[in-house]
């Protein structure tokens, strides 16, 4: 038997957790469709598959959207039910070995053949068969029925979902390896965006998200820099991309003291931020502060109406903005979009690539120190409400520690 938490297809209670979502942040725990059960050992899909166990197993804001029902009706199809939540996942094998968990779906590992034209050009996070193949549909793992997730004592993964552990990194610093992996994906965006390697950035949002953004976009452009050779002996010379201003907005104490430490120039409130952004482009003000100029690339990693209609703001005209991560419904006014011929980009998930540069990262960033709580999963409803939370509470990432936990 496996210990799990289940997430079930059930309208009311997804219901009920809406509206006490809207209440207390983490309050779709306590009513809705998620319970902690001891479920059947999966079966392996085919004989490739492994059987792995979650070490330890994060809460992401796509997470906490789906237990307080804030989730968008898109996602319906491709999530396959009753399913286990938890994507952000370091586990071992039955070796002893560790890995982190590459949690995309794509074509070779649902068995579609010929792969779809996404997955032949290897951007697998594009996959364009997550619904077909001999897998339930599914986004990813901690989304589909048949695979599993990190919160509980054992799941099933493909061999091309993992990715080793070193033997130096600790539990604590490998479970950041995804959410990093995400946040290298985004760094990389907005280096091809008008921002280029050493325009300004400003980052919206502190959360692991924001802050993982944040410390990737330093590490590229400081490897850029060690690139290029000087005119001394083979020296190194300083380029503008190590040096590139980055405004990130923070709420909360915690939360700036991370950012300025991970290389933010600036910290500022969300409410200062256009501020900020004025002061730094000589920009006028127009109407209910929109800006007449502004920063070329605003990284939006809140994904809320609210912060996107900000973005929105402060962009300059012609500029990208660009949202990571999965937000869930949000509605706002896109005549901005329109007017100054701005640039809306998502930028999801990550290739394997991704994922040995989040490696670097998470090592030399000591990304570590983000994780700031962890538990047990009969105290899950505690763990999600500390996680919906975490900002207010000095906290960022909250995380299962399964390493206690008994699979029979």
């Not at 709580?373 to 939370?389: G, N």
Request: glycine letters at 10%; a neutral charge; charged letters at 20%.
């Amino acid at each position: 038997m496996t210990k799990a938490i289940l997430f079930s297809r059930k309208p009311a209670r997804f219901a009920a957790a809406a509206v006490a979502g809207r209440v207390v942040p983490g309050g779709g725990a306590v009513v809705g469709p998620l319970k902690l059960t001891e479920v059947d050992e999966l079966d392996r899909p085919t004989d490739e598959w492994v059987r792995f166990r979650p070490r330890l197993a994060g809460i992401c804001g796509s997470d906490l959207a789906t237990i307080d029902g804030r989730s968008s009706q898109y996602f319906e199809p491709i999530v396959s039910f009753p399913f286990t939540p938890g994507h952000e996942v370091v586990g071992e094998l039955d070796d002893g070995t560790r890995a982190v968990l590459v949690p995309v779906l794509h074509c070779a590992i649902r068995g579609v053949d010929p792969v779809c034209p996404s997955c032949a050009t290897g951007c697998t996070h594009h996959c364009e068969r997550i619904a077909f193949g001999h897998l339930d549909p599914a986004l990813q793992s901690g989304f589909c029925r048949e695979t599993g997730g990190g919160w509980s004592t054992e799941m099933v993964a493909h061999p091309d979902q993992l990715v080793a552990v070193p033997d130096a990194m600790s539990d604590e610093a490998a479970v950041l390896v995804e959410p990093t992996a995400c946040a290298v994906h985004a760094a990389r965006a907005i280096r091809a965006t008008r921002a280029g390697t050493d325009g300004t950035v400003a980052i919206i949002g502190a959360g692991t998200l924001g802050l993982a953004t944040l410390a990737a976009l330093r590490h590229l452009d400081a490897a850029d820099a060690r690139k290029v050779p000087g005119t001394n002996r083979g020296a190194t010379r300083k380029v503008p991309g190590t040096f590139r201003v980055v405004i990130a907005t923070a709420k909360h104490p915690e939360q700036k003291r991370l950012a300025e430490s991970l290389g933010a120039t600036r910290t500022v409130t969300p409410s200062e931020l256009p501020r900020a952004v004025r002061s730094l482009t000589a920009s006028l003000v127009v109407g209910e502060g929109q800006l007449t100029g502004g920063v070329p690339t605003v990284v939006d990693c809140v994904g809320s109406g609210e912060s996107l209609a900000q973005a929105l703001k402060v962009v300059a005209p012609g500029g990208d903005v660009l949202v990571v991560g999965m937000p869930g419904h949000t509605s706002i006014d896109l005549t901005p979009l329109w007017h100054r011929e701005t640039g809306l980009r998502g930028c999801y998930a990550y290739t394997r690539d991704d994922f040995a540069t989040a490696l670097e990262v998470v090592q030399q960033q000591r990304l570590e120190r983000l994780l700031s709580a962890t538990y047990p999963l009969d105290r899950h409803r505690e763990a999600i409400a500390h996680a919906a939370a975490a900002g207010s509470r000095g906290a960022v990432k909250i995380a299962f520690d399964l390493r206690n936990e008994k699979h029979r």
